[in-house]
Structure formats: C-alpha cells, structure tokens
C-alpha cells in the first residue's frame, strides 16, 4: 500500500478535525456522571459536532443490503461508541445503559470535517464519579495511557479470538 503524502492545507485541515474531536470530549466530560445515559451522552456529541458544521463519521457507518445469502448489515446507528464496563469497543449508546458511580466508560469520536476525516481510535476512559476537573484532557490522556501500556498483560485466547487483556484494579 503506497503511502499518501499531504499537503500542508490537508495537514492543517486534519488539526482541526483533531480539535474539534478533543473539544468534544472536553464538552462531554462534565456530563459523564452518575444517571446520565449513553443516548443522552450520544445526542450531546452530536449536538455539539454538528453546531461546528461538522459531520460524526460512525453514524451510519458499515450498511450493508443483503447479498449473496448473506444478511443485510445495519448501518451503526450513533455518533459515539460507548464501552461501559465489560463491553470491549464499539458499543451502541442507549437510553437503558444508565452510568453508575465507579463505572468505567471508553468513547470513541469520529468526525468530517471539511472534507477532512478524523477518527479518535484513543478512547477517552474515564471513571465514573461526580465531575471534578483536577487534569486537563492532554494530563489525564497522557497518565491513562502510560497506565494501560504498563498494565497489558499476555495474549489470552476467549471464545477463540485472541484478545489482549488489561487489567482494571478495583
């Protein structure tokens, strides 16, 4: 696969699709407390990327009509993924997945903006708590991921896929 060199306006373009992701969790984070739904968290991020003049990438993503025997695909029906707890990645928000006190919550964002895609593959993790800012996102980003990098542990194999583990502390 050949790599695709871009310009400075498409480098420029991409910083601020970045930003306006980073705005986004910025804009979420006070939300993320206890009694909050993922739905509610959802509609906020679309909300908010949409008043930008920007456009969430996952929504709609990935339909597909049925074919060849296979079944149709639906289309991913959110702005955000949302993984509460024990959900591994791309959870679907919904108006019955009420965030509880000490839950953990991962949030992926995806946007286009001016023609520009950016997709956040560093979910946001957060704890969930009564909102007290004490790290700005970059501090609280930089911290998770030296935390997780330090606590991935050996390949092990569930329902035969191999995953990696991380280990979550009580």
């Not at 909050?36 to 906020?44: G, H, V, Y």
């Not at 074919?67 to 991913?76: M, S």
């Amino acid at each position: 696969m050949a790599v695709t060199l871009k310009s400075k306006q498409e480098i420029a373009q991409l910083r601020q699709a970045g930003h306006l992701v980073a705005e986004t969790y910025e804009v979420l984070r006070p939300h993320i407390v206890p009694g909050t739904t993922t739905a509610e968290l959802d509609r906020i991020a679309e909300d908010f990327i949409r008043s930008k003049g920007a456009k969430p990438i996952y929504k709609g993503y990935g339909a597909r009509p049925a074919r060849n025997g296979q079944p149709a695909v639906p289309a991913f029906p959110a702005t955000i993924c949302v993984a509460v707890n024990d959900v591994i990645c791309h959870g679907i928000p919904s108006p019955r997945q009420v965030l509880h006190e000490g839950d953990i919550i991962g949030i992926d964002i995806g946007v286009l903006y001016k023609g520009c895609r950016h997709g956040q593959t560093n979910s946001l993790v957060m704890s969930v708590r009564q909102f007290r800012p004490m790290l700005s996102l970059r501090d609280f980003r930089r911290c998770a991921s030296m935390l997780a990098t330090a606590s991935v542990v050996p390949c092990t194999r569930i329902h035969r896929y191999p995953i990696m583990g991380i280990l979550v502390p009580d």
